[in-house]
């Protein structure tokens, strides 16, 4: 099948494409890499009248690091990031999980906005952001305003960010000597959307926290685990899966559907939870 007609918009600044997107309202969307959209287009799953092209925006572009943070613009393309010693040095665990974003083809196109505003629940970066407690700068025609990444995630494909607004790029408190990343995935092949999957983080400070993804309708926290993986590992014990598991089900409530049941994706997420619990605690063993 082909897309549907649409009209094609490309302008070259921020500005330029709010106004385009306020010119044509709801018709408009929004196009960055174009990895999930036009195959969504080429299906007729969503059919916009109007495609407003955001790729040559420079200001979408950049890695800027400070002392304490590292901003990444929306535009930046996965395999961009994978090859950023910036990223590898100061966010580690995005550059564990990236790997795990599709294939190569893609990774070359897809951006970190694009998969952040269009958050399915099974993807590795709105699980990082979480983690990580990113910041999202969204912008629109009436100025700026930044949403964390625990407000930005709303539900299945939906987030924060509104009808004439754009995604303008991320802020990732950066990591600090000590901190712990974890990232691990089920996937029937390489390269697919996670069954379930694990983006962690063991703090300095010995806090954990866990963000799961594919195990609901968004990317989740789960803090009665984390606080029983906490406490486990403080003590230097592993935590015994059956409390893993009971903790989760606590914290998820995972769908079931062709590729998995929930008992099963909770029982993935536990293995997943046992398998950060045993790194962190053979990097406690001098
Ligand atoms: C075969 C295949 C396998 C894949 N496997 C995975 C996988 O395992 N894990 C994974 O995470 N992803 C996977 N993807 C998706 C890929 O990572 C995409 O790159 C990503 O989801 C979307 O990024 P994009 O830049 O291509 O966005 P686009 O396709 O251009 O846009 C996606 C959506 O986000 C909106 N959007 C994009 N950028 C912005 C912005 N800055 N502000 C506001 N709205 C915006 C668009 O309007 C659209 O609704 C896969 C894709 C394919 C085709």
């Not at 897809?110 to 970066?125: H, I, K, N, R, V």
């Not at 700068?137 to 004439?164: E, K, M, P």
């Amino acid at each position: 099948m082909k897309p549907a007609a649409f009209a094609y918009l490309r302008p070259d600044s921020i500005r330029g494409a709010l106004e385009a997107l306020a010119r044509h309202g709801p018709d408009a969307r929004v196009l960055a890499g174009g990895q999930s959209l036009m195959p969504m287009m080429a299906l007729r799953v969503a059919q916009p009248a109007v495609l407003v092209d955001i790729g040559r925006i420079q200001q979408l572009r950049g890695i800027h690091a400070t002392p304490s943070s590292v901003q990444i613009g929306a535009l930046m393309r996965h395999a961009e990031l994978l090859g950023s010693a910036v990223v590898a040095e100061r966010l580690p665990l995005l550059t564990l999980a990236l790997p795990h974003v599709a294939h190569a083809a893609i990774r070359n196109r897809g951006t970190l906005g694009g998969s952040l505003a269009l958050a399915d629940p099974a993807a590795e970066m709105p699980a990082c952001a979480l983690a990580l407690d990113a910041v999202m700068h969204i912008a629109g025609q009436a100025g700026r305003r930044s949403v964390a990444a625990s407000d930005f995630f709303q539900g299945l494909y939906t987030t924060a960010v509104q009808d004439g607004e754009i995604l303008a790029s991320v802020e990732f408190p950066a990591a600090i000597p000590g901190d712990k990343p974890f990232f691990d995935e089920v996937s029937r092949r390489r390269g697919d959307y996670a069954i379930a999957g694990l983006a962690a983080v063991r703090k300095a400070k010995h806090e954990v926290r866990l963000a799961l993804l594919g195990c609901g309708d968004r990317p989740q926290r789960a803090p009665k685990t984390e606080s029983l993986v906490a406490e486990a590992l403080n003590r230097g014990q592993q935590p015994v899966r059956s409390d893993i598991r009971d903790a989760l089900r606590a914290d998820i409530d995972p769908p079931s559907d062709l590729q998995a049941d929930a008992d099963t994706r909770l029982h993935l997420a536990a293995v997943l939870v046992e398998r950060a619990s045993k790194s962190w605690l053979k990097g406690d063993t001098p």
